[in-house]
């Protein structure tokens, strides 16, 4: 019941175009949804979360989308650019509890 | 402030060996926790230590340990090693009070052959 389904497991675009990488939950216990961004040989890096209570949230050009009663979330790129070429986690937590991370999507933005 | 720390970066063992990897974590972080990337598994969850007790643990056998000192620097220490530990090994700390919001470190890249 902790797991955390993610896809796909790769894509590619071109440089301006819209990413779009899906996440999919089970346990309703869980209350904070962050995405990492990992490039090679770097740790991930926290690049946006959101909490149930708010359907979208928007920093630059990362969007998160949320929607409770389907248990899923979905981060979205626009305007890709070759820069955010990478590895991209999902993950969940429930208050008091571990992060668990879905399985990785990884980015490559062609120029 | 400096980021987490690991050392060492990259480390190279052979089956049955045991092993010792270091994390330090951001000045004024109390929280530490320690997961495995492989390619095939993801990232999985290990440990996390606050206060220099374990809080959570994930579904690694025992050989896999782990502690943390009173300056929030933590060990994890894997016995007997297999394979199958040959894995990139991460340590975040995290200094809020709801542990989140997690910072990590550049890993520590483990070889067992």
């Known amino acids: 019941q902790q797991q955390v389904k993610q896809s796909p497991q790769s894509l590619i675009v071109q440089k301006g175009g819209i990413s779009i990488i899906n996440c999919a939950y089970e346990?309703?216990?869980?209350?904070?949804f962050p995405w990492y961004q990992q490039f090679p040989g770097k740790g991930p890096a926290l690049l946006i979360a959101?909490?149930?209570?708010?359907s979208e949230k928007k920093e630059g050009r990362f969007t998160i989308s949320f929607n409770k009663s389907a248990k899923q979330f979905s981060l979205h790129i626009m305007d890709s650019q070759p820069g955010d070429s990478a590895t991209y986690f999902c993950?969940?937590?429930?208050?008091?509890?571990?992060?668990?991370f879905g399985g990785g999507t990884r980015v490559l933005v062609k120029p | 402030k400096a980021g987490v720390t690991q050392t060492p970066r990259y480390l190279i063992k052979t089956r049955g060996q045991q092993v010792t990897l270091s994390c330090s974590p951001i000045?004024?972080?109390?929280?530490v926790s320690w997961y495995q990337q492989t390619p095939g598994q993801g990232l999985q969850f290990l440990f996390e230590?606050?206060?220099?007790?374990?809080?959570n643990k994930g579904n690694f056998p025992g050989r896999f340990s782990g502690r943390q000192f009173s300056n929030s620097r933590s060990e994890m220490n894997v016995s007997t090693l297999e394979l199958g530990d040959s894995a990139l090994y991460l340590c975040?700390?995290?200094?809020?009070?709801?542990?989140?919001?997690?910072?990590f470190g550049p890993g520590t890249r483990l070889l067992v052959l």
């Open positions: 975040a700390s995290s200094g809020d009070s709801t542990q989140e919001t997690q910072y």
């Open positions: 993950a969940a937590k429930a208050a008091g509890n571990k992060l668990t």
């Open positions: 000045s004024g972080h109390r929280s």
């Open positions: 959101i909490r149930p209570d708010v």
């Open positions: 346990n309703t216990a869980f209350d904070y």
């Open positions: 230590y606050f206060s220099e007790t374990q809080r």
